[in-house]
């Protein structure tokens, strides 16, 4: 696609969209360390009960990138703010070190490509299931293969569970909340200088 029909498109960013793309990240990072908080209480009893559990708690990490697109509806908006939470997490101190980075990078990405195989056209509730659940799958793979991963020593049958729950857990609490709030916040008229400003009445699954 040419810049000319990028332009015409609409697919290229405003200052507006970098600056509330910024925002959603900066109220990411904050969520990502709060979660990481809570995560750290329950995750004890899930561990007890069966350690893959810990992926159904793995959606909170995945908010921005969801809520992102679906409020900016452009190219890249998944992945930018999903990569800015990540960072603002580390900023303010993460137990995961720097590798946050790496999470952050590939949740982004894993939302950001279903929303390209929509060609950024689609933003009902299965997109945004689909969205989430992507990101989720991104992030059991990168906790079970990547040699950083925490669950490296699972058995092959725990991984897949922990990826199964990781990818409900981002359908459920990034897709299907971020696009709840989407909804919300285009009734109250704060969307109005974005796409997303009809959210509230666009069609739910078509």
């Known amino acids: 696609m040419t810049t000319a029909n990028l332009k015409k ?16 990240a900066i109220a990411g990072g904050v969520i990502f360390w709060a979660w990481s908080q809570g995560a750290a209480l329950v ?3 899930m561990n007890a009960a069966y350690p893959p559990l810990t992926g159904l708690i793995a959606g909170g990490w995945m908010i921005p990138a969801v809520l992102g697109m679906l409020i900016i509806r452009k190219p890249g908006a998944a992945l930018f703010c999903e990569t800015v939470a990540a960072t603002g997490e580390l900023i303010m101190g993460s137990q995961y070190g720097t590798t946050v980075l790496i999470s952050g990078v ?3 990405l894993g939302a950001e490509l279903v929303f390209a195989a929509f060609a950024y056209k689609k933003f009902n509730l299965p997109v945004a299931l689909l969205a989430g659940a992507g990101s ?3 992030c059991g ?4 293969f990547a040699p950083w991963g925490w669950n490296i020593a699972y058995t092959a049958g725990d991984k897949l569970a922990y990826i199964i729950f990781c990818a409900i857990s981002g ?14 916040l285009a009734k109250t008229g704060v969307l109005s200088s974005f796409a997303s400003r009809k959210a509230a009445s666009e069609p739910v699954f078509s």
Do not use: K
């Open 136 to 138: 989720g799958l991104f």
């Open 43 to 45: 995750s004890a009893p």
């Open 171 to 184: 359908a459920v609490i990034a897709g299907a909340l971020s696009w709840i709030a989407t909804r919300g």
């Open 106 to 108: 590939l949740q982004g």
């Open 9 to 24: 498109s609409g697919y290229t960013w405003r200052v507006v969209d970098i600056v509330v793309a910024a925002l959603i």
């Open 141 to 144: 793979l990168n906790d079970s």
